[in-house]
């Protein structure tokens, strides 16, 4: 019998590929979404509910409709300096409703879960690489949202024998455009595809800042791609599925790139060179942030097959150009 996955923003970008791994590996796929940026998710391999995972009457009835060995958790709010503009609903949304989502999962005697975190727990790095050892520091909301559900999963793992991995992305990017699964944000707040777009539509692409303290003076970000992600959470559950103890990795891919070499590469795979304004570099946003992932290597097995950048942009600009994203 096909053990059945409950996937919290499952048909969101991260969450839809994972969704489709999850149903690869043989899992039976039920997804709760709101469709929070107007994507269309048209596929058969998952069951999708149209609705928001704060919905009491909403989780009952899916708790017990099913019986859901486990829970992926990718229904956060996650733009950063919106958080600091409407640290209310990041709160509401990425604390409170998933500390209630957490009740409702051990009402039903459901106790694996997935939840993805991010890197900026740590805030501003004082070593780099960063090991999951590295300080709590959050500089944003949204960061102390996502230390605030690891401290609730660590106290609910040992009060309620909880299990869960907590996974600490750092930049998702990239697409499986042969299974039509890719990024579609509305409005779009990540890098490659803005580019994309940009290069596309020949329009102007700002440079959020020129003085970091890199070697072409732009910020050097850990990108990884989506498909890594998705499948470091199926071995993740596996890892759990096995007895083993909750734990935290970091997941990226270990090696940084700035601003000025991913432009550099998109203009080689798209063949066209992107009009660039150099503007004033944003509060909050840090020189370098790269990934130490020795241990989700070592104790997951982890191996990084897509997360070359070249091939990062490549996927993503095949997603935009089959889908016509412009």
Known sequence: MKKTV?????????????AYLMHQNGYQVVIIDKLLHNQKFEHPWAELIVGDFSDQNLLDSVFTKYKIDAVMHFAALIEVGISVLKPAEFYQNNVVNTLNFLNSMLKYNVNKIIFSSSCAIYGNPVKIPMDENHIFNPI?????????????????????????????????????YKNDLGEQHNPETHIIPLILKAIKNN????VFGTNYKTADGTCIRDYIHVQDLAK????????????????????????????RE???TVEKVVGAKLNIEYVDRRPGDVDILIADNKKIKSVLNMEFEHSNIENIIKTANSFHAKFNLV
Do not use: C, M, Q
């Open 232 to 259: 470091a959470h199926l071995i993740s559950l596996k890892y759990l599925e096995a007895g083993n103890d909750s734990d935290v990795f970091n997941l990226g891919s270990g090696t940084g790139f700035s601003v």
């Open 203 to 206: 329009k102007i692409f700002k």
């Open 262 to 264: 991913i432009i550099n």
């Open 140 to 176: 944003s909301p949204y960061g102390k949202n996502k230390l605030a559900v690891e401290f609730i999963l660590r106290d609910y793992a040992n009060a309620y024998n909880l299990k869960y991995v907590s996974l600490r992305y750092f930049n998702a990017a990239g697409a499986d």
């Open 6 to 18: 409950l996937i919290l923003g499952g048909a969101g970008y991260i969450g839809s590929h994972t």
